[in-house]
């Protein structure tokens, strides 16, 4: 109930007019066939990003649930780690963001 009430008046606060309002909710209550799935691709450095996390868990299942510092020697974990802080601060930098009260 909480998770419907936030939704819609995070509908209501986005919006630029009622009339847009009226036309989202109906478009959520009646139209599921006219919805668009408009998703953005994952940048390069989510993709980059997915074998690095991916490695690191299997070194853990694999080693019995231990650190990586304590599987890997020192220039290997702190590589990989400076690859996930870079890949991540990339991340950043790529994607494209707006304010979220640009609409005010």
Sequence with gaps: MF??????????????????VKN????????????????????YAAILGLPIWIVIEWLG????GKRIDEV?????????????IFLFVMSLVAAPS???YFVF
């Design 24 to 43: 989202i909710f109906e478009v959520l209550i009646f139209g599921f066939k006219e919805l668009q799935f408009n998703a953005v691709l994952p940048t």
């Design 72 to 84: 890997l020697p020192l220039p290997a974990w702190t590589a990989v780690y400076a690859a996930m």
């Design 3 to 20: 998770f419907i009430l936030t939704s819609a008046g995070w509908v209501i606060f986005r919006s630029h007019s009622m009339a847009q």
């Design 61 to 64: 299942n694999k080693s019995r």
């Design 98 to 100: 707006e304010f979220i």
